[in-house]
């Protein structure tokens, strides 16, 4: 049985959500009754000409789901309708965990792949491995099935049971785990760490949920133990969640009473207000917060309450564009739905919101600030100045006060080869690549001491890269690829198997740390900590005055 909302409780959705109150008390609220009345007698009339004349049979209550679906976004691109798994997953995520096994799995080679399995998980107690296929779940064939299929069949209640099998390579037949699900946290803060001696990074992408200002808490304590005296605050690829975290995670860094964002909401109603830093940080070390296209909604609060402030340096690339409040709420039998009750404002008045008046919903989600017409200056009504009185803009997403390029987007080139590099690590760590004996993992490694020029990336290794790709390209023809396009990314290449590598012996968090040097977001965020903490402090003395 399909888990969803019946028939009877979507339909009674989209008559609340059309009717409205029933009460009468005016001429005006009399015709609104009239009025929605009609609409919810033409629904009715539609639905019942489709159900008897249509080509093949319907399913009512999924009809009525996109109906309800494209009410919503005839409004704006983010107000969305969830039926109740969806709802439930999203409820458990915003509290930092869900319900599964416990890895990290993709879409590689036109198949679902495990790329990392979770500490303390039922998939890192069970032993699944970096480059395991996923073919089987509780014994039904997973080969055609996208990766969001193959998630959605690990999830499910806590403590139920689940078989799920794999080919492995070096192993000739499938291996089958029993696995029982169970609560995998999702923490807003995938990794921290001294990146420099004195210089505490913090990795906040996971977005903005009901843990996060306790977890930025501790990780600053616990940094600051280890020596940090400023930070990098990391919010690239941060979707954005709940405000009251956004609110008391830029209390962290500004002083007490400073506006953190202006929320205003429909003309008289009761949803206007400035919040504010109610504590108030405590010391003005420097900071430095990364942001890119995929920052959104409360990772551009922060970014744009400390810019706006002069608190700190924003560095990286133009951040999203989300300048919506949404609140969740619940309708009958566990669904709900998410609508959009206000837009915020950044402290100096800047509405971060993107125009998503033209265009499709494909092309406002895909469409980014940082490149093409996006790209284009500002209108000058949406011109601003921070408190120093430096010139910020509005109406298109947080612009970085040091714009650094990202050196990880993909080529086409690239985002097919990925597939056959994929394959080729696999095999190498799995012992298989016989210049290279030396990759050989049994699984993955937690808390490695990180040593010296660990799996480096021989010509010999690339050699070796070069013959599979071969024949990868040989058997997967519909891919497009020539050994050209493998030749001229051999220094990607390079890169790439070196950091999968990592990835499949010490996990995701290891993996960055080995890598940091190759980031160059993150080296211009550290080499800006100086002006930073210059910025901070002139805004600091301008305050006293």
Not at 79 to 89: G, I, L, P, V, Y
Not at 212 to 222: F, K, R
Not at 247 to 267: A, H, M, N, P
């Amino acid at each position: 049985m399909k888990h969803g909302v019946g028939k009877v409780a979507v339909l009674g959705m989209l008559a609340a959500l059309l009717a409205g109150d029933a009460r009468v008390s005016s001429p005006a609220a009399a015709s609104e009754e009239t009025s929605r009345a009609r609409i919810s007698r033409d629904y009715t009339s539609a639905l019942g000409v489709i159900r008897e004349s249509y080509v093949e049979a319907v399913e009512e209550d999924k009809l009525t789901k996109a109906a309800i679906q494209g009410m919503l976004q005839e409004l704006d691109p983010h107000s969305n309708f969830f039926d109740r798994k969806a709802f439930a997953e999203m409820n458990s995520e915003q509290r930092s965990h869900y319900f599964g096994i416990g890895a990290e799995i993709g879409q590689r080679n036109r198949g679902t792949y495990v790329l990392e399995p979770f500490e303390n998980t039922p998939a890192g107690r069970a032993g699944l491995r970096y480059g395991d296929h996923i073919v089987a779940i509780d014994g039904k064939d997973t080969a055609d099935w996208p990766s969001d299929r193959v998630r959605n069949g690990l999830r499910g209640e806590r403590g139920t049971a689940l078989k799920v099998t794999v080919r492995r390579v070096g192993v000739a037949e499938p291996l089958t785990f029993t696995l029982q699900r169970d609560a995998v946290a999702l923490p807003s803060i995938t990794n921290y760490y001294l990146a420099r001696p004195g210089i505490g990074y913090i990795g906040l992408a996971r977005g903005f949920h009901s843990t996060t200002h306790d977890e930025l808490t501790q990780v600053m304590a616990d940094l600051r133990k280890q020596g940090a005296t400023s930070f990098v605050l990391d919010l690239r690829g941060n979707p954005g969640g709940y405000l009251d975290q956004a609110i008391k995670v830029s209390d962290k860094f500004l002083k007490r009473g400073q506006v953190v964002v202006s929320v205003r909401g429909r003309e008289g109603g009761d949803f206007s207000r400035n919040l504010v830093a109610e504590r108030g940080a405590t010391d003005n070390f420097p900071l430095v917060i990364l942001i890119n296209e995929g920052s959104a909604s409360a990772s551009e609060i922060v970014a744009g309450a400390v810019q706006d402030h002069d608190r700190g340096l924003i560095v990286g690339e133009t951040s999203f564009g989300k300048g919506l409040v949404q609140h969740i709420f619940p309708l009958s039998e566990g669904a709900g739905l998410t609508l959009t009750i206000a837009h915020f404002y950044t402290p100096s008045g800047r509405l971060i919101q993107r125009d998503y008046s033209n265009g499709s919903f494909y092309e406002y989600i895909t469409r980014r600030n940082s490149g093409g017409a996006a790209a284009a200056p500002k209108p000058q009504q949406e011109e601003r100045r921070t408190d120093l009185g430096r010139t910020v803009f509005g109406g298109g997403g947080i612009e970085p006060d040091i714009k650094v390029g990202s050196a990880d987007k993909l080529t086409p080139a690239q985002l097919r080869l990925i597939h056959g590099l994929f394959m080729f690590t696999r095999e190498l760590m799995a012992g298989q690549v016989a210049t290279a004996p030396d990759f050989k993992r049994g699984g993955i490694e937690r808390r490695h001491q990180l040593k010296p020029n660990e799996f480096m990336v021989t010509d010999e290794t690339l050699k070796a890269y070069r013959a599979f790709m071969e024949n990868f390209i040989r058997e997967h023809q519909d891919y497009g690829l020539t050994l050209a396009q493998v030749d001229e990314n051999m220094i990607w290449a390079r890169k790439q198997i070196r950091q999968e590598a990592f990835l499949a012996a010490y996990g995701r968090d290891t993996a960055q740390r080995a890598l940091n040097d190759l980031d160059l977001q993150l080296q211009r965020a550290i080499a800006e900590l100086p002006n930073s903490a210059q910025l901070a402090e002139q805004s600091w003395r301008a305050m006293k005055r």
